[in-house]
Nanobody
Framework: QVQLQESDPGLVKPSQTLSLTCTVS???????????WSWIRQPPGKGLEWMGT???????YYSPSLKSRTSISRDTSKNQFTLQLSSATPEDTAVYYC??????????WGQGTQVTVSS
């Protein structure tokens, strides 16, 4: 069984960098070409927003609206991948999810973590 767990950064102040780590168990983030390791967020009262993805080979893809502020990396020795979102504003307040996207019943999501950007 694949499990994903987001870290909990808690409160982030405006202009700071939001940093989240996803810890994966039950699967390797480096071996399956059909799996896309992704970050998705949901602001309060709004829909899901895909932020970016890192593949098994380490290739990254980003939402055009967030690309200038977003960086996804990974630590293969720990089977983790990380989101960094710079210059945070209150509009970045959301529940943040990490997910393994592989299609249909092969998708797995973390439980999500609440991030509030406020002074």
């Amino acid at each position: 069984q694949v499990q994903l767990q987001e870290s909990d950064p808690g409160l982030v102040k405006p202009s700071q960098t939001l940093s989240l780590t996803c810890t994966v168990s039950g699967d390797s983030i480096t071996t399956n070409p059909n799996c896309y390791w992704s970050w998705i967020r949901q602001p309060p009262g709004k829909g899901l927003e895909w932020m970016g993805t890192i593949t098994y080979a380490g290739t990254t893809y980003y939402s055009p609206s967030l690309k200038s502020r977003t960086s996804i990396s990974r630590d293969t020795s720990k089977n983790q991948f990380t989101l960094q979102l710079s210059s945070a504003t209150p509009e970045d307040t959301a529940v943040y999810y990490c997910a393994r996207v592989a299609g249909w019943s092969n998708d797995y999501w973390g439980q999500g973590t609440q991030v509030t950007v406020s002074s």
